[in-house]
């Protein structure tokens, strides 16, 4: 068995013309994630209508969530949010100057 020492920060893409969605773990009911975006956003048109919940830290960069309600939340470094299952959200908006690295954990509540 290796067991992989791996830094959330580092191995980044240089090319990210497209979003990098990258599985760390998963199991029966969870999915850990990193992502990477810079400047990206989801389209203007349908939402985010997830089966799990969704807890979101961002441990690097920025980037605006937008929720159906109309409700905005900010998210920057060393903030998270629990995002229930079937609440429908999208990614308004990344910071296009750097990259913004999301750990998001997908699992059943």
């Keep these: 068995m290796v067991i992989e020492n791996k830094n959330l920060l ?7 013309k497209d979003e990098v969605f990258e599985t ?9 994630e990193r992502i990477i975006s810079k400047g990206h956003f989801s389209p203007e048109h ?17 980037g605006l969530l937008e929720f159906e309600t109309g409700e905005i939340v900010e998210m ?24 913004t690295i999301w750990l998001a954990i997908f699992y059943d509540a």
């Design 10 to 16: 580092k191995s980044i893409p240089t090319d990210l």
């Design 24 to 32: 760390l773990a998963e199991g029966s009911n969870i999915k850990i």
């Design 46 to 62: 349908g939402w985010y209508d997830q089966s799990q919940c969704e807890w979101v830290l961002v441990l690097k960069g920025h």
């Design 76 to 99: 920057k470094a060393g903030d998270s949010i629990n995002i229930p299952k079937h609440c429908q959200h999208k990614v308004k908006w990344t910071d296009p100057q750097q990259e």
